[in-house]
């Protein structure tokens, strides 16, 4: 290469497109469920069909719950892997965690298979762990991973242990399915017949619920309450759809601007029912909170105008922050009711116009009609004033 010439810039990889890396998310998405199917299935078979060591020792035939664990782990894992959140990343270790400490424990044709495959699946997530980092690192479904991992975990020291004291207990636990049945309803609290007979065994008891219980209501709360909440909404969402249907010769109020909810307040102290349309749900909460019917959605749509009644509406205040929204607005009521009177608000005289050729009956300018009110009370008391220059009694 001759002295003056510049090196040649190095290539630069180019970053896959975003189609590209959504396929090779889903795909890691796909192995670990399939993965975890595998670990799962193994574990199952491993119980039922206890196959002979390569050597033995103290943990021969404890593998089956490390591997069925590990594989529950990758199965809660795999619609986090679409999301690529770092938990995902960090607790698919897990998997091949569980499963080494099982194959060196309880070394078996099962054991080292599953070692094997969630070795696997970990070695083909590796090369993408930077972009796991590039999620959200907080948030309920963090936490609802964290704690469902948490419960995991307990479930699999109770399982263990409680077969590894098994004669320490009265009748003694045989078996991984007596091992399971006592964890599970011990940290329910459910109570079990099954009680420990030496101290060593009373404090493994003790332990286990100190660890269990606290997850395992935490889990409930985050499972079920969600859940809960879902339905309250529905039942919320039918009363408000039987309440609007019920209504008539009420006034529709569009938007949740401070001259809407003024006129809110006003239509409810002269004793009218109104109804306010809005697509803002905070605001519509507070007004919900101070007692007026709302709806939300959009004042420029006919199905929400047609939810709220508005064939069977005596009147609908247009009073929305931007004015081409108000405009719209009126365009569609118009259109849905020619004989329905609209009253509009505008920002500004120059709006008013618009607004009446749109359909507005009546099209009002709040600073015009502040400027009024504030022009009329200044002549009234300049009026009444007996200190005012050119009064009688001046």
Known sequence: MPDGEAAAPARRRRPPSP??????????????????????????ISAAYPP???????????????????????????????????????????????????????PNVFSITAAAASVVFVGAIFPYRIGFYRGVTSGPRTTELAVIVAGLLSLLFGTVVSRWLGGQFSPP??????ALYF??????TNGSTI?????????????????????????????FVPFVERRLRGLTARLERVQLQ????????????????????????????????C???????????????????????????????IDRARALVV??????????????????????????????DSTLPKLRRAGATEAVSVVGVAAQLMSSAALETLSVDPRAPGSPSA
């Open 52 to 106: 002979p060591n390569f050597y033995a020792d103290a943990f021969s035939g404890y593998d089956p719950p490390f591997v069925v664990a590990a594989g529950v782990v990758l199965l809660i894992l795999a619609p986090r892997v679409l999301e690529r959140t770092p938990f995902a990343w960090l607790f698919s270790l897990f998997a091949p965690f569980l499963t080494v400490a099982a194959a060196v424990g309880s």
């Open 319 to 348: 009073a929305q922050a931007s004015d081409a929204e108000n405009l719209l607005t009126v365009i569609t009521a118009r259109a849905l009711q020619p004989n329905l009177r609209i009253v509009a608000i505008g920002s500004s």
């Open 183 to 188: 964890t599970v309803t011990t940290i329910s």
């Open 246 to 277: 019920e209504l008539e010769q009420h006034v529709i109020v569009c938007g949740a601007s401070p001259e809407a909810q003024a006129t809110a307040r006003a239509l409810r102290a002269a004793g009218a029912r109104s109804v306010i349309v």
């Open 19 to 44: 189609g590209a890396l959504a396929r090779r998310v889903g795909r890691l998405s796909l192995a670990a469920a399939v993965t975890g199917t595998f670990l799962v299935v193994l574990g199952v």
């Open 173 to 178: 636990v045989r078996g991984w399915a007596q």
């Open 279 to 309: 697509p803002d749900s905070q605001a519509l909460e507070l007004l919900r909170s101070e007692g007026f019917r709302t709806h939300l959605g959009d004042p420029s749509d006919e199905d929400d105008l047609r939810s709220v009644g």
């Open 195 to 223: 009680d420990p007979t030496t101290n060593a065994a009373r404090l493994f008891v003790v332990a286990l619920i100190f660890l269990g219980v606290g997850t395992f209501l935490s889990g409930i709360v985050l499972l």
